[in-house]
């Protein structure tokens, strides 16, 4: 600029030009400048101004004005006028001095030199006031500050470190990844961060920090993530890493990067690191409740399914697993007597115990809801193990609890399923383990293994079921009959009505394979009709022969309290004209408790048929004596697995001699199954047994066989 008015002031120190205003060559000069040229006189009037000027203010006379009277809209025109003034006082020039004016349209920016002039004799006659707008220069240099402020401000306040770190000197980005890891380790340090990193690395300044090279940043695994952010063209983001504070506690953190690659070299690297300790515990947090039980703290059914999925894909060839599903029995008592808050107490209780249980066992323990806990064994030396633990558990279960000062016991039902025996995905074997708990529920087993034969949904099941139909139609089901002996006369005089099936296509099914399924369908009642009708029908024939033989035959629960079975039984003793004495029909204990009152009263009719009643397989159930004594019943049969056993175990004699005196005592006869030797035989009559059948005496036989057997036998027929 200053050069730019030399020539002015040349101009006007020449003799030559008698005035300002008459020099057209300085005029012209002026007028093609791009700036505004305002002259003052000694009284801060405005004699000249050039042709800028005057399109500055259009229709605005200037000369002969103040530059407060020019520029009202200034900021702060009456200090701009005394400036001038005080130019020409002390003949110092005001240079780029920045000036804005406050107009309508907005704020305008000038650049403005205030220059002194001298006449010939070196005396300041002016000032030359030149105005340059810079309006747009400076809106883009607030701009720019502007934008610097709210970046440092933004900074500043993060919740997340920032941080930059500079690489002195700059690394090529052609060197190959491993060259530019150890450069990256050796030359980078941090040159920036505000305060938040400051105080995540718990120092008392950012210039703490400033040098550090960048392998102290805290990551455990800096190589990897160096590498990382090379190979990905570098750029890194939310890396997750866990470092210790100056307390030695942990703390979680997340950062990412971002490279500054100028010319080919790496000169820098921005980035932010987060505190994600709070996020990382309340995620671990939701997850762990998302996979545990609230209650007793166990792993929840989600946990038990990805376990066993995963146990199961990375199973050997024979390596054995089981799930062992736990259901307590009669639970709702102890929460209608003791309130809820007492039941959560047993649950607590109870999963700590299974827990304890496991100590020594590879498996997991988990509760599936309610009061239903479920254990699986990844490892198992053979089915018979799980079996085995499962006992172990019940006994475990059954020890006192301790709730509200009170003792309680409590038991329950285990089912067990095996892989890969009997299932090889989680579904099948928790169906497997359900199926199993509730037949030990069922039949108070305390533990069962699963048995497709109490499977109502299993493929053999439903083929058998529906074979099982037809056979019953078609008569493809036989009877056999296994002799009765009378221990006093050591004859025989009846036999046991046993069911059979023959199938054209499968060969012999045994009973303990569709006898179940019938059991649980509908198909029990016509089975059990089929069975009675061909019972009673041999008896007719024996009788037609000459051969007064009792005809036992079972009935289950179903048909004891089915109210049909009554007036059936009636009609075939008129059918076939047999009298009731020498039917016999057996109900087992479970059956008779199922329902005592029901039973009783059905058992009531029966015995008015003059139908012989028997309870079968005493000693396994739970049956009261208050109920056996009232039941109209003529006979008790001990179980065979006492019987077997009694001349090697002293309990099961002292159980065989005790049922034997208490019949006797209630006025009932006894039979004993499951007699295999002479001896056992012996045993029961010095025992005063009444009679007996097992295999020592005659096996089951067909009906011509077993007319055969009666004829030839030693055992004889007695007189009934």
Known sequence: MTNRIDPIQSALADPSLNTYQSNRALNALLDSMREIVLYFDQWGVIRHANARAHEWRAGDPLIGKTFVELAPAWDDPAER??????????????????????????????????????????????????????????????????????????????????????ICPPIDTQLVSEQQLELVLKRAVLAECNEKLVRLYGAASSSELMGLPIYHNGSPNIRADITEFIQNGYRLEEREYERLDNAGQSMSLQSSAIGIVENGFLTRVWGTTRDITEKCRYLARMEYLANHDALTSLPNRSVLYRTINKALKDREDKQKMALLLIDLDRFKEINDTLGHLAGDKVLKQLGQRLQEMLSETKGLVTRLGGDEFAIFLPSLRNAQHAAVLAHKILDSISLV????????????????????DQARDVSTLMRFADVAMYRAKTCLQGVAVYDSAFDPHSPKRLELMGALGRAIRENQLILHFQPKIQLSSNRVYGFEALLRWNHPELGFIPPNDFIPIAEHSNLIYPMTLW???????????????????????????????????????????????????????????????????????????????????SVDDFGTGYSSLAYLKRLPVQTLKIDSSFVRTMLNDEQDEIIVNSTIHLAHNLGLRVVAEGVETPAVYQKLVDLGCDEAQGFYMGRPLPALEAERWLKESSWGLCAP
């Not at 030359?128 to 500043?156: D, G, P």
């Not at 000062?405 to 095996?418: C, F, K, M, P």
């Not at 008779?592 to 015995?607: H, S, V």
């Open 81 to 166: 006028q005394r400036e001038i003034m005080q130019v020409f006082r002390t003949r110092n020039p005001r240079l780029d001095s920045r000036e804005r004016a406050l107009e309508a349209d907005g704020d305008s920016w000038f650049q403005v030199d205030k220059i002194p002039t001298t006449d010939e004799h070196g005396r300041v006659d002016g000032v030359m006031v030149v105005i340059r707008e810079v309006t747009q220069a400076v809106r883009r240099e607030l701009t720019v500050k502007e934008s610097e402020a709210r970046y440092r401000a933004y900074i500043a306040n993060s919740s997340d470190a920032i941080w930059r770190y500079d």
């Open 531 to 613: 069975v009675l009708e061909n019972g009673i029908r041999h008896c007719k024939q024996w009788l037609q022969q000459g051969l007064q033989i009792s005809m036992a035959m079972n009935l289950s629960a179903r048909n004891l309290l089915d109210d049909r079975i009554v007036l059936d039984l009636k009609r075939l003793l008129r059918e076939y004209d047999v009298p009731g004495y020498l039917v016999e029909l057996e109900i087992t204990e479970s059956t008779i408790m199922a329902d005592p009152g029901r039973a009783e009263a059905a058992l009531a009719r029966i015995n008015r048929l003059g139908v012989r009643l």
């Open 401 to 420: 609890f301790e709730v509200e000062g009170l003792r309680t016991e409590i038991s329950a039902s285990i089912g067990v399923a095996i892989c890969p």
